[in-house]
């Protein structure tokens, strides 16, 4: 759906400021909070909650993160659930959104409507109030930006740091080809983050964003790099319909394209593997987990179907060319 | 200063992603803490804090809150201080920032660098770090987000609510004009929030954004108006410089500029306003406070050289036309 519209009927400049606030509240429903524990003062007062506060912030914009192939409602469920999905790589849970909204004044007034629509849902179905927001004009733009704030609930919060060279690397469900519609759709992996949390052979967890060959660089320890089993790599359908498509190799869909927003975590090599495997089916008997390869020492063999990552880039932020959809 | 420049060199497309994230650290030094309490994770793992957390959140467009006309250094002052505004407001104190950035390819290293610069000294300043962020791409565009917590320690939260019939409107500072250039060089009003937080006879507050006259109806009790002293009015001389060049009413502009991100606040009618005074200007005697009228029912009759708002709103957001800035 084209956000804007030509004409001004329908559009939030004939609104105008105030009923479009109105207007948002009631799209929000319960969603939104009366304030001060929500909007409409110069901040939303939240309930002291347990636990280390946990902050992260990601934005959705028109043209790079969503298009006009794209509902407003898939805009909005991604703009929560990517957020959503960086709490759950902490092994955190969430606590409150805001929501930033920057937008040319020829927006369609329905277009935003399905668009809060959709952050509501999210925030109804995960329990996160949306506890404030802003709405500024953007010249022929639309971007809007999301702010998580979660909470390490007395447990720990699993950061990148912490992998050992011969830690175990797993993924959480199918990895490639996101952009065929999943990167709207997506799960975030709540429930599963906060239990990994709980699981102490897990050393080290991310979300992979911007594609498991650069995100798993993150992961690494400075002595070791990853070697993956390549028959292991848990493919999705997507990305073997991407790649017939495209005529690249189904492995570099899988490696590269981003967005698939799973958990890839370090488990300690030393950990008892079968035990930690049977008690992940047990806890998440429909959510695939796979042990997809190691940390090895750089100067390492590479074994017969391995690879390494080395030929292999995930998506780059800022670049003018088109390279990263290439 | 122009954002962007037509030459792919000193972009922050010739830069690339992770040089343009190391500049970013290096020119935040002091300001961004090591991960997993600042930049670089999924999260970023804040230490527990007492009191009710405050959120807020605020951006700088291009075109909107700054243009050619600014020094990178003023939009990211601004960007930041604003916010801190909004937590002055509630009485509360700052605890961390998260930014977000989205912005075209060709937007100059050395406007970034500047603004991030700015961003540190405020930082600094203020004891506030910033934690986290995010970095996309916007075409034609230049918009930064950034999402303040803070907290109550111990303390209440001023709302706009509590205002009564008869309490008497304060307001701190000088007002008017802040196109001028104060905009972008205010101090947030942090430590004299605070201490308003502290007196009893304070029963609502808010900062002037969007201009006194149209904040002030967000501080009015149902059965209330505001009634000012036409004299009282802390005028600003940039309102005088301002009206001259317009040709407007000095008033105009002191009640309609907005961007003034000075306090406004309801003070008990009961209260014994000497002693608040006195103990105001022993606490900040560089800081002016003006009581500039008082909460009036709405048929009460208007004293002679007093005025009430009708007449005046506010700076709109999201209007289509130049009316804002007429």
Redesign the interface.
């Known amino acids: 759906m084209q956000p804007f519209s030509s004409r001004?009927a329908g559009?939030?400049?004939q609104l105008?400021?105030i009923a479009?606030i109105a207007a948002i509240r009631r799209w929000l429903g319960r969603a939104a909070p009366p304030?001060?524990a929500g909007m409409?003062?110069?901040?939303?007062?939240?309930?002291?909650?347990?636990?280390?506060?946990?902050?992260?912030?990601?934005?959705v914009?028109y043209?790079?993160?969503f298009d006009d192939g794209n509902t407003p409602r898939e805009a909005g469920t991604k703009l929560f659930r990517r957020n959503l999905?960086?709490?759950a790589?902490?092994g955190?849970q969430p606590v409150?959104a805001?929501?930033?909204i920057?937008?040319d004044?020829?927006l369609r007034i329905a277009w935003l409507e399905a668009f809060y629509r959709a952050l509501a849902a999210e925030s109804r179905r995960h329990g996160v109030p949306v506890?404030?927001?802003?709405?500024?004009?953007?010249?022929?733009?639309l971007?809007a930006?999301l702010?998580l704030?979660?909470r390490?609930g007395g447990r720990r919060?699993v950061?990148?740091?912490g992998a050992r060279r011969g830690d175990w690397i797993y993924v959480t469900g199918e990895i490639g080809g996101s952009r065929e519609g999943r990167h709207c759709r997506f799960a975030p992996r709540l429930r599963e983050g906060e239990w990994l949390a709980g699981q102490r052979a897990v050393r080290a967890m991310?979300?992979v964003s911007d594609g498991l060959a650069k995100d798993l660089r993150a992961l690494q320890p400075r002595d070791a790099r990853p070697l993956l089993d390549e028959r292991a790599l848990p493919v999705s359908p997507a990305a073997r319909r991407a790649a017939r498509r495209s005529g690249q190799p189904v492995v570099q869909h899988v490696l590269t394209d981003g967005e698939d927003y799973e958990l890839v975590f370090a488990v300690a090599r030393s950990a008892d593997l079968q035990s930690f495997e049977t008690r992940w089916r047990r806890a998440f008997p429909r959510v695939r987990l796979t042990r997809i390869g190691h940390f090895a020492a750089p100067d390492a063999a590479v074994p017969a179907g391995h690879l390494t990552l080395a030929d292999y880039r995930g998506f780059?932020?800022?670049?003018?060319d088109s390279a990263n959809r290439a």
């Open positions: 001004p559009t939030v400049a105008g400021e479009l304030s001060p409409g003062d110069d901040c939303a007062v939240l309930r002291p909650f347990r636990g280390r506060p946990l902050v992260t912030v990601d934005p914009i043209g790079e993160h999905s960086d709490i790589a902490m955190g409150a805001v929501v930033s920057a937008c004044p020829s506890v404030g927001g802003d709405l500024a004009r953007l010249r022929g733009g971007a930006t702010t704030i979660g390490c919060a950061t990148r740091e991310l979300d780059e932020h800022l670049r003018s």
